[in-house]
């Protein structure tokens, strides 16, 4: 692409502007779940939707995000994904209801997925093989460091503002990232004229919404019902056509031949697989902090720091490793960190103190640190530079895929178990059946955060609360005794199928 080594840097700092969005978005609004779920009296399902809407468009569309950016120009999507994004982050902040706020959240979704493949290829495309591990440490660093202080940010101004805030705080940072890109990165993009692939790019929106939405919803409509039977195994048959339509078109949506590179195939597993514990963790540990331990928001956002700045700290040194001995023992140190992490939390969530959740806590965030960007940079050098909004294109649908199932299918088990939790335990009080049915209701409503709810149990069954707090206890802990043997799977991939040594030659 041209860039001098001044230039370099300057297009590296822009670039993680767009990263630093999404990583701020992620922490900041975990916090406000709570928050968010009590003033918009939104259903523990519903405010699932508000996570997995955000993360389900993202994953239904960023392959194409990363294909518009291969034949319009990365710095052309870039923007127009910024935009995007800055505009449904202000209507968040207005939403006035469930459904106003999930449908933002699909927005900002798609905004992301314009703009992320993007940065990434720039700043691979911009450095030299040697440099790039250092250059994607601090493309995702100065993101991560930013994601550090996004639970302490969100617990201040949700606690101390309003919720809508965490929102709205994106426009700044938007209006910086555009300024920057525009001003200092070269459009000079190696774009080209490829028809758009409609078939592929209708099987994937269809296919990945229809295949999460029956799962996560199988819960509330019962696993026997035809629409959650119907979602899941159309959404598969969607996705299975997908391939085979792939194949065969000339300039595919989502290039699935680069899974015929073993070593980008091993990648994107793994990401794959990470990625399905990495956003269940923040979220239900915010659940957890704030309805089982009963932290404030503020409390919770300086929890959550347990976790991400030793991921922050650790990817800088991860960085460097990378460039000198490859990818293979950062992914498997990390991913058996990350093993160990979520093990301890299915092991001590049980005993309701801080104190036991921070060893699981320092784990995951340094297992993460140790993975997430050596995985993906090392992905994106086996491909050809052409291909490389492809390949990133590809590595983050896969990455959201993994986030998106695995909040729909944790939350569907938390769920679950907490409905049962909570039937047993109004059966063992006793009465007659209209008072437990009553009862049921009080305490479901209770365990979403409706504040009438809580203070009427906290008024006439003061008794229930703790074992309420033990329900939910429990329903995290099942989540993420599930995510404990994903995690396994991404151990085996990191062991067994990914290359040993350090890449001499540029693909």
Known sequence: MGFDRRRRWVTLLAMTGSLSMIMIDQTVVSVALPRIQSDLDISQNGLQWVMNGYILALAATVALGGRLGDTLGRLKAFVGGVILFAAASAACGLAQGAASLVAARVLQGIGAAFMQPASAAIVTSAFPLRERGRAMAVYAGVAMSLMAAGPLLGGVITQYVSWRWVFLINLPVAAAAVTLALVFCRAE????????????????????????????????????????????????????????????VPFPLIDVSLFENRFFRA?????????????????FLS???????????????????????????????????????GVKPLAVAGSLLITLGFLAHALFLGRQAFSWVVPGMFLFGTGAGLVLTPANTDGLSRIPDLRRGQASGLLQTLRQMGGTLGLAVIGTLFTAVERTGIHSLVQAQGGSEAHRTHLIGLLQSAAEGQTTALGELAASRPELLPGLREVTSRGITAGFSLSTGVMLLALLVAVFMMRPGRQTHDA
């Open 287 to 325: 659940i957890y902090l704030q309805k089982v331990l009963g932290f404030s928001p503020l409390q919770t956002g300086l929890a959550l720091l347990v976790l991400v700045v030793p991921a922050v700290a650790v990817s800088q040194v991860a960085g460097r490793v990378f460039d000198r001995v």
């Open 189 to 248: 993009d190696t774009s080209t004229q490829e028809a758009l692939d409609t078939a592929g790019l209708v099987l994937l929106v269809l296919g990945v919404p229809a295949l999460v939405f029956g799962i996560q919803q199988g819960s509330v409509f019962g696993w026997s019902s035809m629409i959650t039977l119907g979602s899941i195994f159309g959404g598969l048959a969607l996705l299975a056509a997908l391939v085979l339509v792939e194949r065969r």
């Open 267 to 283: 990648d994107a597993l793994l990401l794959l697989f990470i990625q399905f514990g990495l956003v269940s963790q923040v979220v």
